[in-house]
């Protein structure tokens, strides 16, 4: 009686876990999240890229965070002129299969901001680290194509401050032999560039570009790399345009 009295009290306990589990996991499926300026659509979703080079993160900031604080961010930007942008966070190196993107896509001239962004619904039980987590914002909705950027401050801070670097992250699809960088500015003069490097399939290469002596202004960033396999040698180009200022306003309490 004992023994089948115990058999009953561990089986529930697996039933509860695994109820717990189950529910964990449709908690954090990709559907629609917030309300107003924090709407998004947020969780975890495949997300098969064919691409021989595309854009994973652009960041001007982004502020260290732990899992255990439960954060808020906010994810700000200059949009030179009024007009669309799309923002997308993910998991740089695709792991966990997360994805937030947010519904609104039309914003003003100036500094703008999405949010505020709450990590612990999905970003926290996913266990994703700040230097995991990846930031872009484009003109376009399809992250893998050439054009406008616009890098994002992503903090949780009301403060002002100094733009002193960017960190651009790009991901290929299929190995490159070789892929070179640099960046221009409105002259066409060459303020940063990169030396040649390899890049394996579906590894992230961080271009980190050192902006405080920039003035404000339009820059350039393009990459050139050299795909060589048995079926493919060919080179692939893409190129990044992007403003920078190099100080930000205090964010506004509406943003």
Not at 6 to 14: I, P, T
Not at 57 to 85: I, N
Request: hydrophobic share 40%.
């Amino acid at each position: 009686m004992l023994k089948r009295a115990a058999a009953v009290v561990v089986g529930a306990v697996v039933t509860t876990a695994t109820c717990s589990g189950a529910s964990q996991q449709q908690n954090l499926k990709y559907e629609r999240r917030g309300s107003g300026s924090s709407e998004r659509r947020e969780g975890t979703l495949a997300q098969p890229v064919s691409a021989k080079l595309y854009l994973v993160s652009a960041t001007a900031v982004k502020a260290p965070f732990s899992g255990k604080a439960s954060p808020t961010l906010y994810v700000r930007f200059l949009m030179p002129a009024a007009g669309e942008a799309h923002v997308r966070a993910s998991d740089i190196s695709s792991k966990r299969s997360y994805l937030m993107i947010p519904v609104r896509t039309q914003w003003t001239a100036g500094w703008v901001a999405f949010g505020p962004w709450p990590l612990d619904d999905v970003v926290v039980p996913l266990g994703i680290p700040s230097q995991e987590l990846g930031v872009v914002v484009t003109k376009n909705p399809s992250h893998s194509l050439s054009g406008r950027v616009f890098p994002a401050l992503v903090t949780a801070s009301d403060a002002p401050g100094q733009i002193s670097k960017y960190d651009f992250v790009i991901r290929s699809d299929t190995s490159l032999t070789s892929i070179i960088w640099d960046v221009r500015n409105e002259t066409n003069v060459v303020v940063a560039s990169g030396p040649s490097r390899r890049l394996a399939a579906g590894q992230p290469y961080t271009v980190s570009m050192a902006a405080s002596s920039w003035a404000d202004g339009v820059y350039r960033l393009s990459f050139k790399g050299d795909v060589s396999t048995p079926d493919d040698q060919s080179i692939v180009r893409k190129q990044f345009e992007f403003a920078h200022a190099r100080s930000f306003p205090a964010r506004q309490t509406a943003p």
